[in-house]
């Protein structure tokens, strides 16, 4: 099923395997039609941001398994693992990751990555004020 975006103007975003940027001044429509992994720009964590937080290194394991489609491959498992780990480090976030390892579990990455996306939130992103939960 087509995807479609609206890009901002300067907004930076991953489609299957490629970085692409909106240069002009205006929005720009994209129709994605195949089915390919999307990030937008806010999505988007560079392997030098991953060693922030905790927070960080789950959202940069999630973020790879969702760009490389990771549903039965071998990292699955390492992954589901090191999530775990994480949820025994801070209790208070066992029900978010609960709902992680079911998304990840069911083959629904990147539903998994919008839940990670929140804890990251939760923990402050790199360069990001903490929020309180």
């Not at 901002?8 to 991953?14: A, D, L, M, Q």
């Amino acid at each position: 099923m087509p995807l479609k975006i609206r890009v901002k103007p300067e907004e930076k975003f991953y489609v299957g395997g490629a970085v692409l940027k909106n240069v002009g001044t205006h929005p720009a429509d994209m129709l994605i039609l195949s089915d390919s992994p999307v990030l937008r720009d806010n999505y988007m964590m560079n392997a030098d941001e991953r060693g922030a937080s905790d927070a960080a290194e789950v959202y940069f394991l999630l973020q790879i398994l969702y760009l490389f489609k990771g549903k039965g491959q071998p990292l699955d498992g390492l992954v589901i693992q090191t999530i775990r780990q994480f949820s025994k480090i801070y209790p208070n976030l066992q029900d978010r990751v609960d709902n992680i390892i079911e998304h990840l579990e069911a083959g629904e990455t990147f539903k998994a990555l919008r839940l990670g996306h929140d804890i990251l939130t939760l923990q402050g992103r790199p360069g990001e004020e903490t929020k309180q939960d």
